[in-house]
């Protein structure tokens, strides 16, 4: 019942945003919820149940496009009357609290308008895999919230803000991921039709390899290093001896083996979370053939086949 609630509070701020979105663009609102897991999981940017999290990235996107920022504060609902009585659909109550209401809707684009825009969202939010996705999300956030802070300007972005910007994150992150933020960038300003000042700037180059430069050793995260045969039976030798049953030991080892074996990205054989199962994506029993001496294993969907081939 939480997650109805939750995704009907949701559907109505998203439909919102798709109406209003040219109207929005470099505006700061801010919505008051008087549901406290809406106004987490908004924070948060991230939720369990599936239809809000893809609600959440919707909402997302929309804002990063258009370029205005959603700022979600809880609020009592007794202390909200007017908000509230409409979403018990209590209207007598509402007009009396809200007078000046207009009773009669008010769109500013046609509902095929609507749908064409809801649509070329949902194919500019699919072109990246969810775990690039969510990584942008962040990036493109904190990018956000350092031109807020700092009074810059973030659509367009000129090479100064982003200098600013680079010079802001190596204060705190690795470089690896100071790239991956500035990609998330460089995608916010393709998805409005500019210009990315991150685009072949030697400025923005050269402040990253300072970045690396100047970064101490000892704060360097360290190369993985390669599971050998030797590390592999000692894997195995573990689960052995581990507490778990009997049945998650052998699953323990049948995706460690398929992942050596099979020189597999983790993300070829496993779910990041119970609730991202994907049966069109992730690996099923249909994937696995077992003939006499050997196995084969179909990869639908992976980092360097984002279009699902598949290979095996």
Known sequence: AHGNISCSLHMGTSPAACTWEHLLQGQRITVHCDNMAIVQSWS???ARHPGILHLLRTLFFITAKHSFIVRLVHLPGKLNRIADALSRNQLSLFSALAPQANPQPNT????????????????LHRALAPSTFNTYQ????????????HHRKPLPGTTRTLALFV???????????IQVYISAVSYLHHVNGLESPTTNNPVIKLLVQGVERSMPAAHLKPKRQPITNNILGQMLSQLDRDHRTAHDRLMLKAAITLGFFGLLRVSEFT????????????LTMEDITMHKDSMVVTIKRSKTDQ???GCQ
């Open 44 to 46: 948060n940017q991230s």
């Open 271 to 282: 779910v990041a979370n119970q609730h991202g199962f994907n049966p069109e994506q992730h």
């Open 167 to 177: 010079t802001d994150l190596s204060l705190t992150l690795q470089p690896r991921t």
């Open 138 to 149: 962040t990036g493109i956030k904190r990018y956000y919230d350092f031109c807020s802070t």
């Open 307 to 309: 279009k699902g081939e």
């Open 108 to 123: 500013s684009t046609s509902r095929a308008g609507r749908t064409l825009s809801h649509q070329m969202e949902k194919l």
